[in-house]
């Protein structure tokens, strides 16, 4: 397998919110059996942030913050769904009170932070008999670059479980896994870390230019264009596996070039004549030229005794990111067809999710399972 083989797909989700502190228990059941609208019980609003305060001591992380601080460990799971309308709605059954089964594990270890986002593709949505649908949620279409293609792949829910202590994120996802049976197949599983000083493993800080302050609401957010789901977020997720060997057969200079930061400092370097790096070609551009934020929370993963070494992409935005922002933000070809050659040092690997989908902010009306799954 070649140098220029990149390793990535990518799918669409919807992350929505679905279980909170405010709407615990009975609580959340009874809002699904009325069909409260959206986020009446939430003190968050879109485009604003809470800060993390010191009643994390004292209370869980509500399982579905998207804006949560970056954590030491984190579990990536995507599952598909088996299309029999009793599966279909006992999934219902344990994504719409996901709260307690993280609230189980966490309010074991308040400090270890555990929360669980849940993603739904697009297909999923369908699937689910949904009233109403998310604005800009649809299927990732593959995308060829001049040397790179990003593939679609299969997926219907993203779990994403963060926490200070792996084993809390083990516990929860073993717990969701026995909720859900024979209802789900597992597509893709990774068990992520933080690296040192929030490195990834090609030896690059990742993740500075993340949003901060109120922009990281505005970045990461469905706005009130999309009433019904404001609050919730699109996510894009993608998997690299790195060709280690070949990476560090590059001197560090040739590295920083292609990456567009110093590899010790960390500080942002002005591209060669003629070629664009990779802090360049992962910046989101619209078609108006108008520059994009999204909120990154990418871990690194591998086992050592298999070579396997890789990252694992997670950007949360306002918007379902697509078309030629999905060439920019995946970083395998730009405008110019300028090839980005740090993800020319990763390989095409199998069952390797490239997906969309959305995360619904904590109005779990829209998943009542009395309302959903039909022949």
Request: hydrophobic share 35%; with cysteine.
């Amino acid at each position: 397998m070649g140098v220029g083989e990149p390793s990535f797909k990518k799918s669409r989700f919807l992350c929505w919110s679905i279980g909170s502190v405010h709407l615990g228990g009975r609580r959340l059941h009874h809002a699904l059996k009325r069909g409260d609208k959206p986020c009446e019980d939430v003190e968050f609003h879109s485009g604003e942030v809470n800060a993390m305060t010191e009643s994390t001591d004292r209370v869980p992380i509500e399982p579905q913050s998207i804006v949560t601080p970056l954590s030491k460990a984190a579990v990536f799971l995507v599952l598909t769904l088996d299309p029999a309308a009793q599966a279909l709605t006992r999934v219902l059954e344990v994504i719409s009170d996901i709260g307690a089964l993280t609230r189980a594990v966490g309010f074991r270890d308040l400090q270890g932070r555990l929360s669980c986002n849940v993603g739904i593709g697009s297909d999923a949505w369908d699937r689910l008999h949904r009233p109403q649908r998310p604005a800009q949620l649809r299927r990732f279409a593959e995308i060829r670059g001049p040397v790179h293609t990003a593939p679609a792949t299969a997926g219907d829910l993203l779990f994403h479980i963060r926490a200070e202590r792996p084993d809390m994120c083990f516990d929860l996802e073993r717990l969701l896994l026995q909720a859900l049976g024979d209802c789900v197949t597992v597509e893709d599983e990774v068990q992520g870390f933080r690296y040192f000083d929030s490195r990834d493993l090609l030896g690059f800080v990742d993740g500075t230019e993340n949003p901060t302050g109120r922009a990281i609401g505005q970045s990461a957010l469905i706005q009130s264009d999309d009433a019904l789901f404001e609050g919730g977020s699109y996510i894009v997720v993608q998997k690299y596996l790195h060709r280690l060997d070949r990476w560090q057969a590059l001197d560090t200079g040739s590295q920083e070039a292609i990456v567009g930061r110093s590899k010790l400092e960390n500080v942002e370097l002005e591209d060669a004549p003629g070629r664009e790096s990779h802090k360049t070609l992962t910046t989101i551009v619209d078609e108006h030229g108008v520059e994009h934020d999204i909120l990154r929370d990418n871990m690194p993963f591998g086992r050592p005794g298999y070579a396997e070494y890789g990252t694992y992409f997670i950007g949360y935005a306002t918007y379902a990111i697509g078309g030629r922002q999905n060439v920019k933000i995946g970083g395998y070809s730009g405008p110019s067809a300028l090839v980005d050659l740090k993800v020319s040092s990763s390989a095409i690997a199998t069952r390797n999710p490239r997906l969309i989908m959305i995360v619904i902010d904590r109005s779990a009306s829209m998943l009542d399972p009395g309302g959903g799954a039909k022949e």
